[in-house]
């Protein structure tokens, strides 16, 4: 099985929806990025996304998987578990999703004096 999750791996005052792309809701990237090295348990998922609630990450995780990006495992035994992992379609917005971001860090205090400007009520250029 993959290390585990590092709970800090999303920058709490870093806002998702700062960034230009989305897939679908602001947790789906986050969720494909968890699932970057492996499946993970429902549980798993919950420590780096823990401003997300329960019914959330489920619907995500659901709308994931009817787009063809995450498959759902479910392991039968003594003890029933369920993992979601990267389909190779999923797998394939990786490299898309590491332009997007760096794309996002380069022009991180562009993007933000644009939100302040929007929010303070800036004239518009």
């Known amino acids: 099985m993959a290390t ?3 709970p800090e791996m999303f920058d709490p005052v870093c806002p998702s929806d700062l ?4 897939f679908r809701d602001k947790w789906a990237g986050m969720i494909i990025r968890c699932l970057e090295a492996g499946p993970r348990r429902f549980s798993e998922l919950r420590v780096p996304l823990r ?3 329960a019914k959330v990450l489920t619907r995500s995780l659901r709308t994931l998987e009817e787009d063809g990006l ?3 495992t479910v392991h039968t035994g003594p003890v029933r578990r369920v993992e979601y ?30 939100r302040e400007g929007v929010t303070l009520g800036a004239p518009e250029l």
């Open 4 to 6: 585990s999750l590092d």
């Open 51 to 53: 401003g997300i609630t």
């Open 85 to 114: 992992a990267l389909t190779p379609l999923g797998r394939s917005l990786l490299g898309p999703m590491d332009v997007a971001c760096e794309w996002t860090r380069r022009h991180w205090d562009e993007l933000l004096d644009a």
């Open 70 to 72: 995450v498959g759902r």
């Open 19 to 22: 960034s230009p792309i989305r």
